[in-house]
């Protein structure tokens, strides 16, 4: 906890019960000294007026250090859930020897009936008293609407989502749209009042005349543009694919992939750093950390949080790529562009995250561009999974990029791989590994997933 100043102190006042919640301390900086006190007492011969010996006592005090921290408890002790059952007649009786499992039990111990028993997921949020200033009702004009709200996402819906009039396709849709929603129009022209976002308009229409499909890693690393513009340019100029060999892509208006064969190349590929023990190392191991992960997750009883920093539209009229605190750093050119790893991938290199989406013509590497071109000129037919390319062309491009992603984790920690026999073993490995087992695990990945490592799946939830 000291080592992390934006954590507080937690104390448990039974720290055997698992069910015990804490109350939490505050972190101060302070500046004081540490003494060590010590009492010390003598008798004395003499004695007093009621005939008894009076010690003589004297201090003795040491200063042992300064100190540069102080944790302050200073919240009030929040409410304790306690395993306990209450009886018809009243009496509470304890039910931890029956929900804590202390040492492997039998069958018989899961199959017991019990009383119901289910701990709050979370306790207050707050442990100080404040004064909460509710709102008053808000005044509409006259013939305002609420905005209509979906039930699945009733629960937990703070405010409607903003629309940004993305048009969104899905493989066995049969037409593509051919121009953007008039509200898309009417958006993209109210903010971009400046040269600056003419000229990205610009840029961003030579990359979608020059290339059919992107994805919006693949534009960050190439146009230097604000997120929050990026949000209403896209839907300006493309639609979005949803399913598909083109899926979480944007494609230009007008034009359809499904229609023609050499647009395989821009298909997308779901690759995903395979990591375990039967491939030589645990993921612990893996020079590419997770993203995300449980153990980094922080209780909503921290001091110190992110403040995220709100986009209003005045900013976005002032032109967001020439304004900011780092603009004494990087010019504007290329203040808000990407890296070319997050959407590249090239030999002897390891991804930026271990989930990547890559498109097709963005893998940099010969051998893997055989595999791609294996059916160039018999096409015949666009199917949903594999698009215009020969059936299995993404396992066998995982394959050959796992083998690669292997090689370079050899190179970098050779410790891993010392129980390793040779490389014919490794191939036998490999290629037992890619069989049946992994298919199965790779039937998803068409389908977009919730709460990906990577953006590209995910944007869906800024457009909607």
């Known amino acids: 906890i000291y080592a992390d100043p934006a954590k507080r102190l937690e104390l448990y006042f039974r720290p055997e019960d698992p069910y015990c919640h804490p109350v939490c301390a505050n972190r101060f900086p302070t500046s004081t000294m540490l003494l060590r006190v010590t009492r010390r007492s003598r008798r004395k011969k003499q004695l007093d007026t009621e005939g008894q010996t009076q010690p003589e006592v004297h201090f003795e005090m040491d200063i042992l250090g300064i100190v540069t921290t102080v944790y302050k408890f200073q919240g009030m002790s929040d409410f304790q859930y306690l395993a306990m059952h209450s009886g018809p007649d009243g009496k509470q009786t304890s039910m931890y020897d029956k929900v804590l499992m ?52 009733l629960i937990g819906l703070s405010r409607a989502r903003r629309p940004h009039n ?11 749209p051919a121009k953007p929603l008039d509200a898309a129009v009417q958006t993209w022209n109210k903010v971009c009042t400046n040269p600056v976002d003419k000229k990205v308009e610009e840029e961003l229409r030579k990359l979608f005349e020059v290339r059919p499909v992107w994805s919006r890693n693949a534009v960050k690393a190439n146009i230097s543009v604000h997120p929050d513009k990026l949000k209403l340019l896209l839907p300006y100029l493309a639609y979005y694919m949803l399913t598909g060999p083109w899926r979480s892509l944007w494609v230009r208006f007008g034009y359809d992939p499904r229609k023609h064969p050499e647009a395989k190349i821009y298909q997308v590929l779901d690759f995903r750093i ?61 203040r808000y562009k990407l890296k070319e790893s997050i959407y590249i991938f090239r030999e002897g290199a390891l991804p930026p995250y271990r989930q990547m989406f890559y498109q097709l013509c963005d893998l ?10 294996r059916n160039d000129g018999s096409e015949s037919e666009c199917t949903e999974r594999d698009g215009w390319c020969l059936p299995k062309t993404s396992d066998d491009l995982r394959d050959r990029m ?17 129980n390793t026999t040779s490389s014919e073993d490794c191939k036998e490995q490999l290629a037992y590994e890619s069989g049946e087992d992994e298919d199965d695990e790779e039937e998803e990945d068409f389908k977009p997933s919730d709460g990906s490592e990577n953006e590209m799946e995910t944007e869906i939830l800024d457009y909607v």
């Open 102 to 153: 202390l040492k492997p039990e039998k069958e018989e111990f899961f199959n017991r009936e019990l009383p119901l028993y289910i701990p709050p997921p979370i306790f207050s949020r707050l442990d100080t008293p404040i004064d909460y200033f509710y709102r008053p009702d808000i005044q509409h004009r006259e013939g305002y609407n609420n905005p209509q709200v979906s039930g699945e996402n």
């Open 166 to 176: 993305a048009i969104f396709v899905n493989f066995d849709d049969e037409e593509i």
């Open 274 to 334: 395979r990591c375990g023990m039967k491939y030589g190392y645990a993921p612990n191991d893996m020079p590419v950390k997770a993203k995300r992960s449980t153990y980094n997750y922080s209780l909503p009883i921290t001091v110190k949080k992110q403040v995220s920093h709100t986009v209003s539209v005045h900013d976005l009229k002032q032109g967001l790529s020439t304004a900011g605190a780092s603009g004494a750093k990087k010019p504007p050119s290329s």
């Open 364 to 373: 940099n590497v010969e051998s893997l561009q055989k595999i791609i071109h």
């Open 402 to 418: 796992s083998v690669m992603i292997k090689q370079i984790i050899r190179s970098t920690r050779p410790a891993l791989f010392s």
